[in-house]
């Protein structure tokens, strides 16, 4: 070993430590150059994220390449770093089970293009928009301005809902009006409504569902589409249209009936109406009389 | 000659004009009105619009002495220059025309209808024609043109008369009127439920009495599809079809003079 520095050290050694550190530099260049060239060929065809990830892999591969065979130069053997390397990656596997299983699900999130940067998703309750997709996780802006980050393991398992994939939106409304109304003449005034708001697409049309017999309530959906950028301005807007409709119309939104009964061996409860008594005024002489009797 | 064909001497509410400072430009055309001051190193807009009413629409010019009453919107500035101009534009996405009764076009057969769209209003001033609003003169609703949910155009949606005689048209000022012949080479019937008028590729024109128009268009369908191929027509003599002179007003927002569209649809029951 040692004699093996001295010979390092020599000018022999010299010329070695220059070969390898020009092999270093050669493939510093070399990984550089192929790799931006080929992210501009894969930008047209992929995503600049994919694009991105091809090019630090084809730079760190040529780049390790060229490492290697200046440490050969320089004299190591290396089987016996491959040895070494090969060790240390079962050990460091060991380690990091989590952010391997990490890289990988982000390598298929990435395959899959369920999302992009710049989408909104729905994971869980959780609905925000995709700042980075990364080798370990996916960052995301709610709607109240927090940063969330996301193991890419986890979207991989979990249901992902795109918001922003197609570009137009359906907006289901359920509504109850009472059962004394006539539903086509409901269905008419929310046609109406619909046709009204420029926002609330001419096609697809408007859908009239009728659900079902509520406990209080005819039941309806009613289904607008919208361009999903005007997604929660519809949705507010169309309410607040419908109600006033419906008011302008008499027709009932009912609420919840609940009727009490007590049963048929108890007597009913007394329910007396009598006349309001003033507040003040002169004192009533019979009821004083009453009460003086 | 038809109702919309009424002859004026005086310029057309789309001219340049002079604003002094202290005065403001009255505009109603349709159901738009509009008013433009020109105050102190600034601009002051108000505007409104109406329900649009089938009938005849008028347009109704003026400057007059005084601000507006009401302002939405201030447009500062340092300049003393005094022009503005009120600029017609056509809309910037394909208008869909939905016939009030279900219309047909036999095989073989070759039919024009006059269709009218909205215009915009382009608000500039200066020399250098500064945009300061374009405003719709009516806000048509937005509607989906397309053979699926997924494929398809964000368009506006209109209703027409559908009509073939020029003469039944009323004169409305704040819409442009397209002939559009379609022709229909398939062996079927086309059923025209729907069609989708590329108005961004049309330039728009005026006629001496106020009226505006845009080239014919040619919509022609060759085989049972939805596809048709649009051909718009070059702009050297610009005549109405009562062979007027027109006057250019305003180029095509996206020119492209021959194109593929999906001009026809039969599509979406379900979803």
Redesign the interface.
């Known amino acids: 070993m040692l004699e093996h520095l001295q010979t390092l050290i020599s000018l022999e050694g010299a010329v070695r430590w220059g070969r390898a550190l020009v092999l270093v530099v050669l493939g510093l260049l070399l990984a550089f150059t192929v790799s931006r060239l080929l992210q501009r060929v894969m930008r047209r065809r992929m995503t600049a994220h994919v694009a991105q990830i091809a090019r630090r892999l084809v730079f760190y591969s040529v780049l390790g390449v060229f490492i290697a065979a200046a440490m050969s130069e320089l004299g190591f053997s290396l089987t016996v770093i491959m040895g070494a390397a090969g060790i240390l990656t079962v050990a460091l596997g060991f380690a990091s089970q989590t952010t391997a299983s990490n890289l990988i699900s982000g390598l298929f999130l990435i395959g899959e293009h369920s999302f992009e940067v710049g989408d909104l998703i729905r994971v869980g309750d959780l609905t925000g928009e995709v700042l980075s997709i990364d080798a370990l996780s996916v960052k995301l802006k709610t709607f109240d301005n927090l940063f969330v980050r996301i193991p890419n393991e986890t979207l991989i398992k979990s249901q992902v809902t795109t918001l922003t994939r197609y570009p137009i939106r359906r907006i289901d409304l359920a509504l109850g009006v009472a059962y004394k109304e006539d539903i086509e003449h409901v269905r008419d005034i929310l046609i109406r409504v619909a046709d009204a708001n420029p926002l609330c697409l001419d096609e697809p049309a408007p859908q009239f569902i009728f659900t079902g017999f509520g406990d209080s309530s005819l039941n309806i959906q009613f289904s607008v589409w919208v361009v999903r950028e005007n997604f929660l301005e519809l949705r507010n807007a169309i309410s607040a249209e419908i109600k006033k409709a419906f008011d302008e119309a008499d027709i009932e939104i009912p609420f919840p009936h609940r009727t009490l009964y007590a049963g048929e061996a108890t007597r009913p409860f007394p329910v007396t109406v009598v006349e309001s008594v003033p507040a003040s005024g002169p004192p009533n002489p019979d009821a004083r009389s009453d009460e003086d009797a | 000659m038809g109702k919309a064909s009424r002859k004026s001497t005086s310029r057309p509410w789309w001219a340049t004009r002079e604003l002094r400072r202290g005065s403001r430009l009255v505009l109603e055309l349709g159901p738009i009105k509009l008013e433009l001051g020109h105050g102190d190193g600034e601009w002051l807009l108000w505007s409104q619009t109406g329900p649009e009413e089938d009938g005849p629409g008028r347009s109704r010019i003026a400057v007059r002495r005084g601000l507006p009453e009401e302002v939405h919107e201030r447009f500062v500035h340092d300049g003393p220059d005094r022009r503005v101009m009120l600029a017609p534009v056509l809309g910037d996405r394909s208008v869909?025309v939905?016939p009030r009764q279900p219309v047909y076009l036999l095989s073989r057969q070759e039919v024009t209808f006059y269709l009218s769209t909205p215009i915009w209003l382009k608000i500039m001033v200066g020399t250098a024609q500064l945009t300061l609003r374009e405003l719709a003169s009516v806000?048509?609703?937005?509607?989906?043109?397309g053979p699926s949910?997924?494929i398809?155009e964000?368009c506006y949606?209109n209703r027409t008369h559908a009509r073939r005689n020029l003469a039944e048209l009323p004169h409305r000022p704040h819409r442009a009127i397209t002939p559009l012949r379609i022709r229909n080479n398939a062996q079927e019937a086309l059923p025209l439920e729907?069609i989708s008028l590329p108005v961004p590729m049309l330039a728009l024109f005026g006629a001496e009495d106020g009226s505006l128009w845009t080239q014919r268009a040619t919509l022609v369908r060759d085989e049972v599809s939805d596809l048709a191929s649009v051909r718009v027509e070059s702009a050297k003599d610009n005549a109405d079809p009562y062979g007027r002179p027109l006057t250019r007003l305003a180029a095509p927002r996206h020119e492209n003079p021959m194109a593929v569209v999906r001009a026809f649809s039969t599509f979406?029951q379900g979803?």
């Open positions: 869909v939905r806000r048509l609703s937005d509607t989906w043109f949910t997924r398809g964000l949606a729907k979406f979803f």
